[in-house]
């Protein structure tokens, strides 16, 4: 029996951003969306994680959704049989960053989801392609759909979120790492720092596409994964 897949998705996306992978993957084994809306740290995110997952488990997070990956790494890598991290970032967040949310949670609570969504931060999600408009309309629609509260307690989990190098470099399983070549929001040297940390980690960078490579480029990025869940 091939050992569930378990996705833990980005911030305000929800079982829609591996909607290519779920379609091309559940027919060879289980597929589980993890729910990372219900707490507003990192720490309390994977224990809910954890509470809901199966004993065993391959593990793919995509931005938000690697950084609780990582946390799970840090505390229960024994459930782990390989690890996949997308377009996500191994540090802690940057002190001007932190800052940075404050003013935006504030407009979400006074109901600005939707503008701060189009206007701060669906135009740096993706690389620009015939795809893009479809891509980003799904994008909106999580996230409109998750709503404000989610907004705000993701935010805060991210803004408090611990740095994640010491428990990537006691990683011993089969691990990829991938990002899209045009991601504005985790740039390359994230996604270096992650391979050099973790023995054996696989580097993939996807052409023509931004922080979204799952919805943006499927097809290269399911075959990466592929590669992977067959190492």
Not at 1 to 16: I, K, Q, T, W
Not at 42 to 66: H, N, T, Y
Not at 87 to 101: G, I, S, V, Y
Request: aromatic share 4%; net charge negative; glycine share 4%.
């Amino acid at each position: 029996m091939l050992e569930p897949l378990l996705l833990l998705p980005g911030m305000m996306c929800d079982a829609r951003l591996f909607t290519p992978q779920i379609a091309h993957f559940e027919a060879d084994r289980e597929v589980i969306v993890a729910d990372l809306t219900g707490a507003d740290s990192i720490a309390e995110i994977a224990q809910q994680v954890l509470a809901k997952a199966p004993d065993r488990f391959a593990m793919l997070g995509l931005s938000m959704g690697g950084i609780v990956a990582m946390e799970i790494m840090r505390i229960a890598a024994h459930r782990v049989t390989r690890l996949a991290l997308l377009d996500t970032n191994p540090k802690a967040e940057l002190e001007q960053t932190q800052a940075a949310r404050e003013p935006q949670m504030e407009r979400v609570k006074n109901g600005g989801l939707y503008r701060v969504m189009q206007e701060e931060l669906k135009p740096r999600y993706l690389a620009d392609g015939p795809q893009k408009r479809d891509v980003l309309d799904i994008c909106m629609d999580m996230a409109i759909d998750l709503g404000e509260t989610v907004f705000v307690r993701q935010s805060r989990a991210l803004q408090k979120r611990p740095d994640q190098q010491m428990a990537l470099s006691k990683v011993d399983v089969p691990t990829l790492i991938l990002m899209g070549e045009e991601d504005q929001l985790c740039p390359l040297d994230r996604h270096q720092l992650m391979a050099e940390l973790i023995s054996h980690a696989h580097l993939v960078i996807v052409s023509k596409a931004g922080h979204m490579p799952c919805l943006e480029q499927p097809i290269v990025t399911n075959k990466a994964i592929d590669t992977w869940l067959q190492q």
